[in-house]
């Protein structure tokens, strides 16, 4: 876990773990700053999500460059046991990692302002990245395929988006051959694609805007969309402690936090059986899951 203290004006961050028994938080020493996921496999902090770490645990890939200054970019693959950092990749694009998958690296073309759009699939070796999509939006990658969002013009009354104005619909693209499938639309509102369980089935956050500008007082639905014609709601609310972030996906279930919190405390929820529970509630602010349960 992570979570947020405050020493007077300054807010930083801790890293360790939470235990269910006492809902507590012991921090860990051995954390560097700027960790954010716990790989299992070497009982080591690493500084990149779990998206971004090789099934097996053994590597991590990292994105470098600046696209609102158009920087150039560079791609890293690092050794989790020596720390070596090779990159390989090198050039005028700014990539972000989505996905390292046993096939290889997904990444996304980072923008300037607004979402990251297409994919591509980089050999952890290096070479010239293979073109998957260039039109998909926020891409994610799970369930052997490629998901992203796009707004669907049949919305009677789209809600506000942001910089880019709202996307109310999730696609599914063929990783072979980049068709495009509509997979879930929700009028009104604002989707985000979560991740998903072991079987490939979506989480989606579905954002409907509140009265107020402060995000807080939206409504958040969460889904579970198991097909283009099945999909379940999981979880409805509004304010600070809603389920918003998946947080790690291991043999209990599916973890999930909020990601907008107060200060003095925070929710942990679990979804398995079927079914959402809150599994903590931890006197900390600000609390993230970086990894799945350890025994």
Same mark, same amino acid.
């Given at each position: 876990m992570t979570w947020q203290v405050t020493d007077g004006q300054a807010v930083a961050t801790k890293r360790g773990f939470l235990s269910f028994r006492d809902k507590t938080v012991v %921090?860990? *020493? !051995?954390?560097? *700053?700027? !960790? #954010?996921?716990?790989?299992?496999?070497f009982a080591k902090w690493l500084p990149v999500p779990r998206t971004a770490v090789s099934v097996d645990g053994k590597r991590f890939a990292y994105g470098e460059g600046n696209a609102y200054q158009n920087t150039g970019?560079?791609?890293h693959v690092v050794d989790v046991a020596t720390g070596g950092d090779t990159v390989i990749y090198s050039g005028g694009t700014v990539y972000n990692v989505v996905d390292f998958a046993v096939e290889g690296i997904y990444i996304t073309a980072a923008a300037p302002e607004g979402y990251p759009r297409g994919l591509w699939l980089e050999k952890p070796t290096g070479g010239s990245p293979q073109l998957i999509s260039t039109s998909i939006v926020a891409p994610m990658v799970g369930g052997g395929a490629a998901w992203g969002v796009h707004f669907?013009?049949?919305?009677?009354? &789209?809600? *506000?988006?942001?910089? %880019?104005? &709202?996307?109310?619909? +999730? #696609?599914?693209v063929d990783l072979s051959s980049g068709s495009t499938t509509t997979w879930f639309y929700r &009028?009104?509102?604002?989707?985000? #694609?979560?991740?998903?369980?072991r079987r490939g089935d979506l989480f989606v956050s579905v954002a409907y805007a509140g $009265?107020?500008?402060? #995000? $807080?007082?939206? $409504?958040?639905?969460?889904w579970l969309v198991a097909s283009a014609t099945a999909a379940s709601p999981l979880s409805t609310g509004s304010g600070a402690? +809603?389920?918003l972030v998946l947080g790690a996906v291991d043999d209990d279930g +599916?973890?999930?936090y909020a990601q907008y919190v107060s200060a003095s405390s925070s929710t942990v929820w679990l979804y398995a059986g079927a079914s959402m529970q809150v599994v903590a509630t931890a006197n900390v602010g600000g609390l993230a899951v970086a990894g799945g349960c350890i025994p």
């Open positions: %921090e860990d *020493p !051995s954390a560097l *700053p700027g !960790s #954010v996921f716990y790989d299992r496999a970019g560079k791609l669907n013009n049949a919305d009677p009354s &789209p809600g *506000p988006g942001g910089i %880019e104005g &709202p996307f109310n619909e +999730v #696609v599914r &009028p009104g509102s604002t989707l985000y #694609v979560l991740g998903f369980d $009265t107020s500008n402060d #995000v $807080t007082g939206h $409504t958040y639905e969460l402690q +809603v389920p +599916v973890w999930f």
